[in-house]
């Protein structure tokens, strides 16, 4: 089993709706969770990172951590086209170190 | 501020063959991570580099090395390349716990 565990998706959804895109995990002691964003054949493009448990809303993405379930979530609000891309949830210990361990990522189609 | 720049885009080389990687961070960032990005694994981590200094390491075989130099520049090189080193490398530089990650240079191995 994965240590951070994503569906693969592709999710497909029209635009203008809001989409949740989630993460499970079986390490207690990460701490750090970021979402990326990935369009094909780029580099993952940091869109939000949270510390812990917790809400974190900036424009239309916002973030949930629930470290007691070891599940964290990213919500788009108002959906669009340009959203369209590979989600990858990212998590880290937070100890001296950088490593990031990924989830496979959920590949998101939003149809005009 | 300039992002993370990555050299070269694309390569291609034979099995047996060496290969240098080459990063640039974003000014300022004294952290370079590396990883490797496969359809079938997924994002992978390498190693990290800090002040000059490998400070993590990932599960890769010893063909895979780094370096960072004086200006936090970071080099990677694999040797004796193997098919399955045909991968999407990025390379992502931190600035506290935060990555920023560059274009990536995606290696084909023939």
């Known amino acids: 089993q994965k240590e951070v565990e994503q569906d693969p998706g592709p999710l497909s959804v029209p635009e203008g709706a809001i989409v949740s895109l989630n993460c499970t995990y079986s390490?207690?002691?990460?701490?750090?969770f970021m979402w990326y964003r990935q369009y094909s054949r780029k580099g993952p493009e940091l869109l939000m990172y949270?510390?812990?448990?917790g809400n974190k809303e900036d424009g239309r993405f916002t973030a949930q951590v629930d470290k007691s379930s070891k599940y964290i979530s990213l919500f788009i609000r108002d959906s669009q086209p340009s959203d369209s891309a590979t989600y990858l949830c990212a998590m880290s210990e937070g100890n001296a170190g950088n490593m990031l361990t990924f989830g496979g990522g959920t590949r998101l189609m939003v149809k005009p | 501020k300039a992002g993370v720049t990555q050299t070269p885009r694309y390569l291609i080389k034979t099995r047996g063959q060496q290969v240098t990687l080459s990063c640039s961070p974003i000014s300022g960032h004294r952290s370079v991570s590396w990883y490797q990005q496969t359809p079938g694994q997924g994002l992978q981590f390498l190693f990290e580099y800090f002040s000059e200094t490998q400070r993590n390491k990932g599960n890769f075989p010893g063909r895979f090395s780094g370096r960072q130099f004086s200006n936090s520049r970071s080099e990677m090189n694999v040797s004796t390349l193997e098919l399955g080193d045909s991968a999407l490398y990025l390379c992502a530089s931190s600035w506290g716990d935060t990555q920023y990650f560059g274009p990536g240079t995606r290696l084909t191995v023939l």
């Open positions: 949270t510390y812990s448990s």
């Open positions: 390490n207690s002691a990460f701490q750090y």
